[in-house]
């Protein structure tokens, strides 16, 4: 049975020592003293490793369950969701007018990373609620934040977020789920959507939808799509349940992975349903919260390869197997871990250097939310918008193969579902899916982002490079290990871009056929400028003469193994990219 | 639900127009002409579509059901296997006088493709019978060979493989299942082994397993494993079935996948067996036909990726979603298809540029094991060896990874069971682990084959190369796209041994540390060889004015996507083996 146990000194270091939050001037990060966002990370820890990590095979096993249009959640799940409400962990970067505790995001973040790693199927109740408050917290009136927020903020109701038909998953535009208005402001929903997580279970007294739908006699295509608030059961004015509403799950789905969460078939038969900001504008609404719900899915990425690492790394130490070749090293044992194996260890120092690149990636694009929804901060939002689909794409494409990596090292074992390793990269893989599919990513990243605003995102990210490098130079070990190779990475990034601009005008597959490489070169020169931000404040701990010693040099030993057998891949993305559209689309369909 | 067609035209130009089989003097090879081979896979194809590849999901969803003692396999394997029996699809490729074709492995292994493809759980009842029988052939004495190889050519009797035991896999020198000499020539076996696939099941009148274990008092470690044959039931001197002999299965284990075959915890209970071949030459005899059964599993992944990629094909051709950027394709239509997206095609070539590429690369492999099995030409069984880990750790690692994009291209419905597409991945999971783990292929690699002989086969490989590059260079576009890469690929891949030679002998660890880059380095030259050879085929049948030159042209549009867009990795590859062991192994085990 896998264990896991919560990465808080790592967090620690990441907000105090890289990030400094408590100097930013972001409003609300002055509260965030390094006791304070220590005592908040132990409890969340806590309640990862021993209410929801226990439940995290119970949920695999078991499953949802559908009978009779009521969807059971699994054994335990009910008493942890009750746990989670009664410590406020649902609403912590909620506001407090609705019972939040208006922390910065980044909190949120840092403790969501935990509760996706204990559980992920189980996380993704609350987290679908907290997307769907937030929508609702941006575009609703008045009276809908009213009716709807407290409940939500606190997990009494969950919420949901309604996009996929049959027919139609990334092109919504094609969407057939109409909407009519009925003369009181409310209107009937009809149609059909699938894959809604958490679309229906017993942990909830109320369970809101967030539901796009076509107006009749709307816009045809995207245009015509609005967002419409549509409750499980109605509200009356005095706050109470009443009818139900006609909305029904019509069955669940047998999937891969996320046994625990439930992915419903929603059927709306003529359901009253809200206008959910203005007519005709439900993708924007819907995309206001983009950044954010992308970020959690990359985040989800990170988590499961934390996870799986950290028992990968546990079995290799435990398990006996074959001779350090350079020296017996367990001499009263019959054969030595299998962590004294150079290839393990490769694998290990793969995962490792991944999971805490990654999460200081993350924990940075949070700090870039905060200045744009706290601070109105234009640039932040720019960029952060601009990476928002490479934190999705690269960190659940590579967060994936970590957990395969990390299964791996338990041989025979990691392939047998009680060890628990399996789970980890079959929950890990819906996380490469929803939210976009990562071609999307791609595709937003180099059809849409680039370009932004004239191309004002990307410039700032390369003169970020190059300032951070040119700031930072002049230590010949660091020079070295870290900010040489960062600035080869960050030339090819930008070799990379100058292509697409010079190649794409003519022929703009040119561009696109490179979208997937593009993708992860950036990610990883972030992963990089990550790296090389960590073993600045590493090194500047160590030149203090810091009491944990152990603790940075491991830093630095993880950054330049990352630096130094991560980042040249770089090189070959670029080559890549510069074959261009020619060899990707050279066969015609039907010779395939 | 998936369906599968066998790739026929594609393995008769390989047997053909690549590999020139009948020009070979290899015994056999004289009777493999095209009509004789296309009739073969023509009636394999047949029965893979129509048979075994509708069971294939029935086999992952029901999985195989244990009850005091016994196994129930799924609902219509007993049918099918009866099936293949009558058919004659067991003995393919054993000798005649035990019931077999007597034709050359070659063409097992290409048949063997269709079976994995459609149906791995499945086939894998048979696949290890043929493990075992060759075994038998191989070790056997006269009395033996009679005794057991009828029935397992027909597969009247199935077959095991039991190494495993719960503390040692890959150190098998732990191994405590011991035999006791009984005076008369047998042995009772006692211990428990682990992993054992098809160990139990309802489809053969017998099982005969081969166990290893250590005669009391024999050697210790590794040096005092023996090889056992221990018949489920007893067999008398008419051929008749005895008493129940005292070996049993103890449970089946819960799997990622391959749900359809058994994999059995098997008990050995003073269980009596028979020595095969030597005492205490147990792992000799186990490892002879190690190269075969390695490439076998290198086989299933690139079955599990080509039967994924022909489904993600077929979506991509049906799903209509989004635009065409240049130019709308389906004008009738309310999107056009997601094969009009670049990076979705993309995907697609790297998934059919991979598959026909490990095609080719496998085929060769068995005309070089026909080579030195059915001529004793020790060249091509020095030659094989060396690329035996190849095959097997490259091939299922990449053809893993191929699933995993063939799932992608489906989105949401990739992750959903009744899609059938995550069950490619799944199954395709195990390849990577059993028959060696995949860093036990690279430690084979590196730690041993590259140094065998004194380094004869690797050269030969590399004097392969360039005499290959030299003799077939002078046309300008075949030695653009084909032989400058192949030739910056395999120059990369002599500078990593040479960097092996320099630096493995101070620390071996400087070669262990890049074990797994070298043996996907590997990977990539030789399949760029096969791509250069493939090429060279197809233009001469368009210089020859072939009358299918869409299907050569396409041969030679896939090879140059394979050429110009995955083998530059060999430079990360080099890159990160020249790093060395220092950042790999930099942490002491407690600073992880």
Redesign the interface.
Known sequence: MPSYTAPTKDLQFLLHDVLNVTTSDVPGYDELEAEFTGAVLEEAGKISSEVLTPLNAVGDTEGCRFENGVVYTPTGFKDAFEQMKEGGWTGLDMPEEFGGQNMPYVMGTAVGEMFSSANQAFTMYQGLTHGAASAILAHGSDEQKATYLPNMVSCEWTGTMNL?EP?????LG?MRTKAEPQGDGSYKITGQK??ISAGEHDMAGNIIHLVLAKIVGGPEGIKGVSLFIVPKFMVNEDGSLGARNGVACGKI?????IHGNS?CVMNYDGATGYLLGDEHKGMRAMFTMMNEARLGVGMQGLAQAEVAYQNA?EYA?DR???RD??GVKNPDG??D?L???????????DQ?SFAEGARAFILWGATLIDAAHRKGDKDADGLVSLMTPVIKGFLTDVG?DMT?KA??IY??H?????WGM?QF??DA??A???EG???VQ??DLV?RKLAQDGGKYVMAFFELMRSFIKENSGDEAIDRDFMEPLKKASKDLQASGMYFMQNGLK???NA??G??DFMHMFGHVCLGYMWARMALAAKAALDSGTSDK?FY??KL??G??YM??HL??T??HL??IE?G?E?????E?A??
Chains 1, 2 share one sequence.
């Open positions: 996929t027919h139609c998953g990334t092109d094609m699938i894959f789905e047998e999937k891969m992975g992915t790394l130490k006996l197997q074959g070749v350079t019959p054969a871990p962590i004294v194996h150079p290839d393990i260890r490769r694998s290990l120092m490792k994936y395969v299964q791996q041989g025979g990691g392939y047998i579902e009680e399996s990269t079959r893989r819906i490469m899916i929803y599919a990562n071609g791609a595709l059809g022929n703009p597959n696109l056929a979208s997937t152990a040099e491991t030993a993880t330049r193994y130094a057998r040249p891949i090189a070959v080559a890549r074959t559209a060899p990707v689309m050279a066969l369909a010779n395939f």
